[in-house]
């Protein structure tokens, strides 16, 4: 079963919003989850918390990670995620204003595919994500699913 979900772990209303917009003016149709913390990307994730009963080896396509969150930062999921076997090969991209070295060292260091620092003009910002869409969920190969 091949899952186009599109998990978006934001917790800035405002660009949450963009990226929605941005995805949907370039018919990227596919159904996005948003999580607003940390706490609650990892209780989707694994079936947890407010999300348990969630089938738990239903995973998204990609995840679209900030790295600036309440309860548990990017950094914390990402470390969470690879050091679980159902996730450790999740696709994650960072997707984050922030443009400290430190954090894309850390970043790619814990094992995120990509960082993509968020753009400040509209216009430039629904160009990057039409161009995430259009490579993570058409042209990137997904690691095969295990059971």
Do not use: C
Not at 22 to 28: F, G, M, S, Y
Not at 31 to 58: I, M, N, Q
Not at 142 to 147: L, T
């Amino acid at each position: 079963m091949k899952n186009n979900l599109i998990m978006l772990v934001e917790d800035n209303a405002d660009d949450e919003a963009l990226t929605v917009r941005a995805l949907k003016k370039h018919k990227i149709v596919n159904e996005v989850f948003v999580a607003r913390d940390g706490v609650e990307a990892l209780e989707y994730l694994f079936g947890e918390g407010a999300h348990a009963g969630r089938d738990p080896k239903e995973m998204p396509q990609v995840v679209l990670l900030d790295l600036k969150l309440p309860k548990l930062d990017g950094l914390g999921v990402l470390r969470r995620l690879r050091a679980d076997v159902r996730t450790r090969l999740l696709p994650v991209v960072i997707l984050t204003s922030s443009n400290e070295e430190q954090d894309r060292m850390q970043g790619y260091g814990l094992g995120a595919n990509s960082y993509v620092r968020k753009p400040v003009d509209f216009e430039q910002f629904v160009e990057a994500a039409k161009q995430l869409g259009l490579y993570w969920l058409v042209l990137n190969e997904p690691p095969p699913v295990r059971n």
